[in-house]
């Protein structure tokens, strides 16, 4: 199962015990870790531990708790293992393609950037637009042990037509 092969620990400064932690005081990392361990717990406490907790209510897990230390580990998989995916902007922006079609002047066509704010969580996300390819972040089960490594081997492609897999935007993934 893929789950069982994902890493358990992790040696970034995140995992660190307070005791390794303070012997990085007085430095950037330090500082950086401190911040970014703060917007974790933030994120945690504001919106993923109540979210967690209806989803397993929904699953029928009510006995399972989440905790802090779950979510630090999850985010930890998808940064160490995330792929940078091309993605059509009609399956990323759904409702921009109705924008499009009704005259609002779309995005560059070379490469911009969207921000789209989710009112549900009032979060505002970034996504590289090429043309009608979004790039998103985003794990593949398997896939993501391909590049695992300081020199990726794999890449994907992005077929808007059709013309290498027979399905039009479709994408097939490159390995060397």
Known sequence: MYLDMLPTTFGNTLWFSEEELQELRGTNLYRATEL???????????????????????????????CFEDFLWANSVFWSRALNI??????????????????????????????????????????????DTVWVEGLVPGIDFCNHDLKP????????????????????????
């Open 86 to 131: 091309p993605m059509p902007r009609s399956y990323v922006f759904p409702e921009m393609q109705d924008v499009h079609q009704s005259g609002t002047p779309e995005a560059d066509k070379k490469g911009s950037e969207v921000t789209q704010s989710d009112d549900l969580t009032k979060e505002t996300t970034h996504s590289t637009v090429h043309g």
């Open 36 to 66: 970014q361990k703060k917007s974790l717990l933030n994120l945690y406490e504001t919106k993923v531990e109540d979210l967690a907790k209806k989803l397993l209510n929904l699953d029928g897990d009510s006995e399972i708790e989440v």
């Open 153 to 176: 081997i794999a890449t994907w492609e992005v077929d808007g037509i059709g013309l290498t897999t027979g399905v039009p935007v479709s994408m097939y993934l490159l390995s060397d």
